[in-house]
């Protein structure tokens, strides 16, 4: 959680030649760490300021590139590992070991220059233990491994793997070793482009760097090195850099704080403009992307056939068959056992789904795994706490029918689309203006107005108005319009006196 604290000391230390760890593949100790602290009267402790915790564009690119990725950098040749779990709770009911694999190889597929060069489905009935698989599984596994030429990396395909377990794969394979967390969150990063994108990537490494610190100086602690203090500071070097890991998750906390007051006045101009906000919303790669921009027309928006593509929130503004102009939410994807901390540090991109007027739900209804897709989108969504009215209309989309032969829609009210090809998108339009219509209760209606009254100018700021016919003779139009019955309980009492 982001809890303001104050820290009284200033160091600055590095770590280059204080930590002579042989396996230095994920450490604090490869770059300088700053401490500073802020101006304190005795028996005074500031409340903070804002400018004082905010971080700047300069600090937020400092800060995302000299934080140590993940996965290390470069090219890696990797090996897949996936543990079938035969049964208990870690057992996966809703899809099978080889749709499991081919996400996986999915995942490295997505990253420049990474490659899978063997791979392998193994059982194990011990997924909890340290070494997940039993004795003779693993000398099975450590014996291929060790046989195939050009392996950089091993990646074990579960969620998050022990810095015990981590250190055990490594000493035995003698190879880099990577977790699921580790390998969507190098995604991740790679496909970062804004500041809040890189902070919430930032965040999302924190745990990462804290638990492998704590591993590291387990490690110099049975060296006898772990546990001196450093240049008379008092403290420890676990201590030290703890407190490093603290002040900078506290400093990217504020940040994301400052980022989520500036959206929510954003979203606050948008409802006051009375613009409808439609979330686009489906497991990664499904075709949100390419969906938007077939309904708006944006030649800006670039779809990429790749995991992660869109990591930031993007608005587009569409038009529906009555000329009402909403705003399309392009939204971060979802994938099957997405760790909950990478979620979290995605929050304040998803609140805006739960501000939306309508979510619709795009399905790859190509993809042999949809169905479970679409539990761990409806899942995500729960956990999110999004408002009954939201779930209770979502619409759902079957896209990519262009690659199904002789497709059939296999659940009510769902619509079939080809996003790329533009098939059923007229029929889609229609059904989330009748959504969009009983969620935000806009009705159409046309009105005739006294041209020399201020009317017009009204319905202009209140409401949306579509057409409007002028009778210059008279000096009247007829106006038709979209309008909330609030607003047109308005309208009557001033112009109507009803």
Request: net charge neutral.
């Amino acid at each position: 959680s982001c809890v303001r604290k104050h820290f009284s000391r200033a160091t600055t230390v590095s770590w280059q030649t204080s930590i002579p760890l042989q396996h230095r593949r994920f450490s604090l100790s490869t770059y300088q760490l700053k401490i500073r602290d802020d101006d304190h009267t005795p028996g005074h402790e500031s409340l903070g300021r804002e400018e004082d915790d905010y971080i700047d564009d300069s600090e937020i690119d400092e800060l995302f590139q000299h934080q140590i990725p993940m996965v290390g950098e470069g090219d890696h040749r990797i090996f897949i590992v996936h543990p079938d779990v035969k049964w208990g709770s870690r057992k996966q009911y809703l899809t099978t070991a080889n749709l499991m694999m081919a996400e996986a190889v999915g995942l490295v597929n997505t990253l420049h220059n990474w490659s899978v060069i063997d791979k392998i489905i193994l059982s194990t009935k011990t997924p909890e233990k340290k070494m997940i698989f039993g004795k003779g599984n693993f000398q099975t596994l450590t014996e291929r491994i060790k046989r195939t030429p050009g392996v950089t990396a091993v990646f074990v395909n579960v969620e998050r793997l022990s810095p015990a377990s981590e250190k055990e794969f490594e000493e035995a394979w003698g190879v880099k070793v990577f977790d699921r967390y580790s390998v969507v969150l190098h995604i991740f990063r790679c496909n970062a482009r804004t500041k809040e994108a890189k902070l919430q990537v930032s965040l999302a490494e924190i745990p990462l760097l804290r638990s492998r610190l704590r591993n590291e100086v387990a490690n110099l602690d049975q060296q006898g090195g772990g546990s001196r203090y450093i240049m008379g500071s008092g403290e420890t070097l676990m201590e030290v850099q703890q407190r490093v890991l603290q002040e900078r998750e506290l400093k990217i906390c504020s940040a994301l704080q400052h980022l989520r007051r500036k959206r929510h006045l954003l979203r606050s101009q948008r409802k006051n403009r009375d613009f409808p906000i439609i979330s686009v919303m489906g497991y990664t790669n499904c075709g949100k992307t390419t969906l938007i921009k077939a309904l708006t027309g944006d030649a800006a928006l670039q779809p990429r056939d790749q995991l992660f593509a869109t990591l930031d929130v993007t608005v587009h503004a569409g038009t529906l068959p009555s000329h009402m102009t909403v705003l399309y939410v392009d939204t971060i994807g979802f994938l099957s056992q997405l760790p909950h901390r990478l979620i979290d540090s995605f929050s304040a991109t998803l609140d805006d789904v739960t501000h939306s007027d309508l979510i619709v739900h795009v399905r790859d209804i190509s993809h042999p795994e949809t169905v479970n897709q679409k539990e761990n989108v409806l899942n995500v969504l729960r956990n999110l706490q999004i408002p009954d009215r939201l779930l209770s209309s979502i619409v759902e989309v079957h896209n990519k029918i262009d690659l199904v032969d002789s497709y059939e829609p296999s659940e009510p009210n769902s619509l079939p689309i080809s996003a790329l090809r533009g098939q059923g998108l007229e029929e889609l339009k229609i059904v989330v203006e009748e959504a969009i219509m009983r969620s935000t209760g806009k009705q159409v209606l046309t009105l005739p107005v006294d041209l020399s009254s201020s009317q017009l100018s009204w319905l202009y700021k209140e409401a949306t108005v579509q057409e409007v016919d002028v009778n210059p003779d008279e000096g009247s139009a007829v106006v038709k319009v979209i309008i909330s019955a609030a607003a047109y309980g308005r309208y009557r009492k001033m112009f109507l006196g009803s």
